[in-house]
């Protein structure tokens, strides 16, 4: 069974740009949820999308944003690129049943801004 | 606000000997908890769970306590390998509806020495 697959692996980014990641969950997931990896801040939850309607949102701006298409890949947008954002973006599937924190997490992609 | 934290940022043990690595949380409402390893350029992985209506649970050479008194959990290690090289990362969750949404410790690095 194949796992969670993001992509791109790495991308380089001016200030002021945006930029989107995708995610293919493994395969029967229904829940899709984004983190964001930061030597200072840790992991920090962005949001988590389930039957592509969005169910959970952390303590992120509005220019992070997120969406599931039918066949419960995800994508996420960030717009107007700050240095800040230099992260890893990571992606975490599961079927999405209540109250379970089992996730599996792919590989992530390693955002820079520059 | 709510947070998770780890006692200890990186931890050293022998090859052979079991490893105790330490969790505090702040959140009485927490009443699910996880933890994670994350071993160099992969994303988390799912080590072990534990509820708030245990103490104890046991894996494949991993048990957490839960000791909601003091809002403390742990993970030990039996027998640490040197494959358990690894960033170790509680976290919690809460209420029914927020899987996907899990709040992560700093996280705590185990060194194995050979």
């Given at each position: 069974?194949?796992?969670?697959?993001?992509?791109?692996?790495?991308?380089?980014?001016?200030?002021?740009?945006?930029?989107?990641?995708?995610?293919?969950?493994?395969?029967?997931?229904?829940?899709?949820?984004?983190?964001?990896?930061?030597?200072?801040?840790?992991?920090?939850f962005?949001?988590?999308?389930?039957?592509?309607?969005?169910?959970?949102?952390?303590n992120?701006?509005?220019?992070?944003?997120?969406?599931?298409?039918?066949?419960?890949?995800?994508?996420m947008n960030?717009?107007?690129?700050?240095?800040?954002?230099?992260?890893?973006?990571?992606?975490?599937?599961?079927?999405?049943?209540?109250?379970?924190?089992?996730?599996?997490?792919?590989?992530?992609?390693?955002?820079?801004?520059? | 606000?709510?947070?998770?934290?780890l006692?200890?940022?990186?931890?050293?043990?022998?090859?052979?000997?079991?490893?105790?690595?330490?969790?505090?949380?702040?959140?009485?409402?927490?009443?699910?908890?996880i933890?994670?390893?994350?071993e160099?350029?992969k994303?988390?992985?799912?080590?072990?769970?534990?509820?708030?209506?245990?103490?104890?649970?046991?894996?494949?050479?991993?048990?957490?306590?839960?000791?909601?008194?003091?809002?403390?959990?742990s993970?030990?290690?039996?027998?640490?390998?040197?494959?358990?090289?690894?960033?170790?990362?509680?976290?919690?969750?809460?209420g029914?509806?927020?899987?996907?949404?899990?709040?992560?410790?700093?996280?705590?690095?185990?060194q194995?020495?050979?």
């Amino acid at each position: 069974k194949a796992g969670v697959t993001q992509t791109p692996r790495y991308l380089i980014k001016t200030r002021g740009q945006q930029v989107t990641l995708s995610c293919s969950p493994i395969s029967g997931h229904r829940s899709v949820s984004w983190y964001q990896q930061t030597p200072g801040q840790g992991l920090q939850f962005l949001f988590e999308y389930f039957s592509e309607t969005q169910r959970n949102k952390g303590n992120f701006p509005g220019r992070f944003s997120g969406r599931q298409f039918s066949n419960s890949r995800s994508e996420m947008n960030v717009s107007t690129l700050e240095l800040g954002d230099s992260a890893l973006y990571l992606c975490a599937s599961s079927y999405g049943a209540e109250n379970t924190g089992e996730l599996f997490f792919g590989e992530g992609s390693r955002l820079t801004v520059l | 606000g709510e947070s998770v934290g780890l006692h200890l940022p990186t931890l050293s043990v022998q090859e052979g000997d079991n490893s105790i690595i330490n969790c505090a949380y702040s959140n009485s409402a927490s009443d699910y908890f996880i933890w994670y390893k994350q071993e160099s350029g992969k994303g988390p992985q799912f080590i072990i769970d534990i509820r708030s209506n245990m103490d104890k649970r046991q894996g494949q050479r991993v048990t957490v306590l839960l000791n909601k008194t003091v809002k403390h959990l742990s993970l030990q290690i039996a027998a640490t390998q040197p494959g358990d090289s690894a960033v170790y990362f509680c976290a919690e969750t809460y209420g029914s509806s927020n899987t996907g949404k899990l709040i992560f410790g700093q996280g705590t690095t185990l060194q194995v020495k050979p």
